[in-house]
């Protein structure tokens, strides 16, 4: 009886200058990719953060009003140790985002003001891979990034934004889905990896939240261990996995 076939991995394509990830919360992105960012922003290439929330409702023993700023702070630091500079925040409410009107246009606004050839969002879909159950903001977020990514580049779905002197960008190539468990590409986490859980570990007051176990060993161990079973569809390389949609 012979083994059976595992499906490699494609490359990420790399004819892009300027990429815009798109999440839900604080600590999204050094969940799911920042170690591929950070070789993305080793390569030269620019990459800028752009958040639904602040994350304000994400620890239990905090105050929103408490809570917003620090994690805020949390993520700029967290950012940085990746190469990103650009950090903004669209003050939807944490824990409450409606997939809508209003959230498609603030994020094809984004679109419209980065000029992105690569959107990168997190998993839009009800479950992380029919195991657990998403959050309602990742489905949001996820789902809305994925139809404003085309909003951005018609001149007649939100007109007002071009009054505001954001014209059209239909420029965007791809969207890429971190966190998916139907993945197409990755891209290698050889190099990155060391500052994904350095990124991760910025988010220190949320992990000790989340967790009892030492938050470097947490982060380390939850990082690597992804993007060693990435790997084995990966030439056997640590990796961070995408679902990429073409556009």
């Not at 602040?54 to 009003?65: C, N």
């Not at 990103?84 to 009107?101: M, Q, R, T």
């Not at 239909?170 to 290698?188: K, L």
Request: hydrophobic residues 40%; contains cysteine; charged residues 25%.
């Amino acid at each position: 009886m012979t083994e059976p076939t595992i499906t490699q991995l494609q490359p990420m394509p790399e004819d892009w200058r300027r990429a815009l990830a798109v999440v839900a919360h604080p600590d999204d992105l050094e969940y799911g990719c920042s170690a591929a960012i950070a070789a993305w922003t080793d390569a030269g290439r620019e990459v800028t953060y752009v958040l639904a929330t602040r994350g304000e409702a994400g620890i239990d023993t905090l105050e929103p009003a408490q809570c917003g700023p620090l994690r805020e702070r949390e993520q700029r630091a967290s950012a940085a140790v990746v190469g990103v500079s650009a950090v903004e925040f669209l003050d939807h409410k944490d824990g409450v985002i409606e997939y809508g009107l209003a959230l498609r246009r603030d994020i094809a606004a984004a679109i419209r003001r980065h000029r992105p050839e690569l959107v990168i969002t997190l998993n839009h879909r009800d479950t992380w891979g029919g195991v657990a159950w998403n959050t309602p903001d990742h489905v949001a977020v996820g789902r809305a990034t994925l139809d404003a990514a085309g909003d951005a580049g018609n001149r007649w779905i939100f007109p007002e934004l071009a009054d505001q002197g954001l014209e059209p960008w239909n420029g965007v190539r791809w969207v890429a889905v971190a966190g998916s468990s139907t993945p197409t590409h990755a891209v290698e986490a050889t190099a990155g990896l060391e500052r994904g859980v350095r990124s991760l570990l910025e988010h220190r007051t949320y992990i000790e939240v989340l967790t009892d176990e030492d938050p470097e060993t947490y982060a380390r161990n939850f990082l690597t261990g992804n993007a060693a079973a990435t790997g084995e569809r990966f030439g056997g390389k640590p990796a961070v996995a995408f679902e990429l949609f073409s556009r």
